[in-house]
T-cell receptor, first 114, second 117 residues
Framework: DGGITQSPKYLFRKEGQNVTLSCEQNLNHDAMYWYRQDPGQGLRLIYYSQIVNDFQKGDIAEGYSVSREKKESFPLTVTSAQKNPTAFYLC?????????????FGEGSWLTVV | AQKVTQAQTEISVVEKEDVTLDCVYETRDTTYYLFWYKQPPSGELVFLIR??????QNEISGRYSWNFQKSTSSFNFTITASQVVDSAVYFC??????????????FGKGTKLSVIP
């Protein structure tokens, strides 16, 4: 089945640790995104990548890092510099112009700092 | 700057009632896309519809319908004969259309819909 797979679904992090959230897509989409969602809030953009080996900061990139070594993969690392990392993280990818530049999301990952 | 406002934080309806979710947006772009997504309790955002700013035709899909009015910068979503499975948080979102642009979505804060059996 085609889709966007995020793992793990639930992750607990101790303060001071870095953690990496995985995002894989087999939709052959060029563009991929990471969003953060806090309770009662809309989604905010962390990073995005429009092509392999290129990525740009979004609105709340501080304390996060990404890589885009393969078209299918866009992992997000939450570093110890992120002061309030407990949130729901959503990965997304976008179709091309021929399909209306529509953005589809994965199932999300819950990160909790303990 | 872009902004999406969903003024209704929470709505409760009894099953089979119709319900409209409001979305008002602000943008300086002349061409843009508008989206609605559904977020059930499981967390995944499910794509419902995309509307181009140059296409003001209303759309109906089963029990769902969307009313896009450029003159009032609104893109409202109506569920007819609501069902318990419609209970979710619904997000309206906006992105400029810019050819090779990044298509970053600006989201509203969402409306939580509860359908009571």
């Amino acid at each position: 089945d085609g889709g966007i797979t995020q793992s793990p679904k639930y992750l607990f992090r101790k303060e001071g640790q870095n953690v990496t959230l995985s995002c894989e897509q087999n939709l052959n989409h060029d563009a991929m995104y990471w969003y953060r969602q806090d309770p009662g809030q809309g989604l905010r953009l962390i990073y995005y990548s429009q092509i392999v080996n290129d990525f740009q900061k979004g609105d709340i990139a501080e304390g996060y890092s990404v890589s885009r070594e393969k078209k299918e993969s866009f992992p997000l690392t939450v570093t110890s510099a992120q002061k309030n990392p407990t949130a729901f993280y959503l990965c997304a990818s976008r179709t091309g112009a021929g399909s209306g530049n529509t953005i589809y999301f994965g199932e999300g990952s819950w990160l909790t700092v303990v | 700057a872009q902004k999406v406002t969903q003024a209704q934080t929470e709505i409760s309806v009894v099953e089979k009632e119709d319900v409209t979710l409001d979305c008002v947006y602000e943008t300086r772009d002349t061409t843009y896309y508008l989206f609605w997504y559904k977020q059930p309790p499981s967390g995944e955002l499910v794509f419902l519809i995309r509307r181009n700013s140059f296409d003001e035709q209303n759309e109906i899909s089963g029990r769902y319908s969307w009313n896009f009015q450029k003159s009032t910068s609104s893109f409202n979503f109506t569920i007819t004969a609501s069902q318990v499975v419609d209970s979710a948080v619904y997000f309206c979102a906006l992105t400029p259309y810019s050819g090779a642009g990044s298509y970053q979505l600006t989201f509203g804060k969402g409306t939580k819909l509860s359908v009571i059996p």
